[in-house]
Structure formats: structure tokens, C-alpha cells
């Protein structure tokens, strides 16, 4: 079995990426395609409006994941915050992913409320992506990197 170096983690704010988007979606591991009837039938569903991140708020969970991750002694090899997901590469330790992203969406939505955001900031869940070897780790790298900009 191969040694897991690394994983890209990538988590959507509240109502930017629902279940049968035209750009596909992911379910339990398995990328799915569009269903316009989906879609409809989960915006019509939402409480609330989606949330978009501007300049200020990206900027407060960029700071707020890289000091909960020093905190928790995760190294992050790539952070990009764009105005509807979060994206990040991080060095693999071990530990259960689940309770790394979860402490990680925990600290930069606490951040955003002392910031004076109020409501839910982000989707449930996330999506993972293993990095078996050093070009997989390479390229979730550079895929992250490019949204950086």
C-alpha cells in the first residue's frame, strides 16, 4: 500500500456549490453531474442566501487557519481562500482528517462572528483528495497555488 504524503482538503461556503450544479458535485467520494431538478429543488430549500466572502473576510479565515494550524502542529504546504471555498494542502500526519478540517472550518467561522459576520458560513462537510506520491502532492500544490492569485 502506498505511503499517504499529503491530502488537498476543499470546503464551499453556505449555498455556492449545491448537489446538481452544472460544474458537477461531489457525494460520498463520487463526482456526480448536473440534475437541474436538484439544484432547484435545493436552492427553493435554503433558509438563507449563499455566502460570498469579500476581501476582509478572506483575509480573516487565511489568518485564522494558519494560526490554528500552527496551533495544532499542521503543516500546510498551500492555503488559497476565495470568495466561495477554501482550499488547502496539507502535509499528512496521521491523524483523522475529519477532526483537522473540522477544527479548521471551526476557527475561521468563530473569527468571521468576532469579525461581525452573522449566520452559517460554510457548507457541510468537504472533499479530500490523497496524495500517494510526490507529483500528486506536486500538482494539488500548484492547483491550489493558482487560486491563491
Known amino acids: 500500500m502506498a505511503k499517504t504524503l499529503g491530502y488537498m482538503v476543499t470546503w464551499t461556503t453556505y449555498g455556492t456549490w449545491l448537489q446538481g450544479d452544472e460544474r458537477g458535485y461531489v457525494q460520498k467520494g463520487k463526482i456526480l453531474g448536473e440534475n437541474p431538478k436538484l439544484k432547484k429543488a435545493n436552492i427553493d430549500s435554503m433558509p438563507r442566501n449563499e455566502v460570498r466572502l469579500d476581501k476582509k473576510q478572506k483575509e480573516i479565515v487565511k489568518e485564522a487557519i494558519l494560526k490554528e494550524a500552527e496551533k495544532a502542529g499542521k503543516r500546510i504546504l498551500a492555503l488559497a481562500v476565495c470568495s466561495n471555498h477554501v482550499h488547502i494542502v496539507l502535509r499528512y500526519d496521521g491523524k483523522p482528517i475529519e477532526k483537522a478540517v473540522g477544527r479548521l472550518k471551526d476557527t475561521a467561522r468563530v473569527a468571521l462572528q468576532l469579525g461581525g459576520f452573522i449566520g452559517r458560513v460554510w457548507a457541510r462537510g468537504f472533499d479530500n483528495r490523497y496524495c500517494f506520491d510526490e507529483k ?3 500538482n494539488r500544490i ?6 491563491e492569485r
Open 142 to 147: 500548484d492547483y491550489v497555488q493558482k487560486h
Open 136 to 138: 500528486s502532492l506536486k
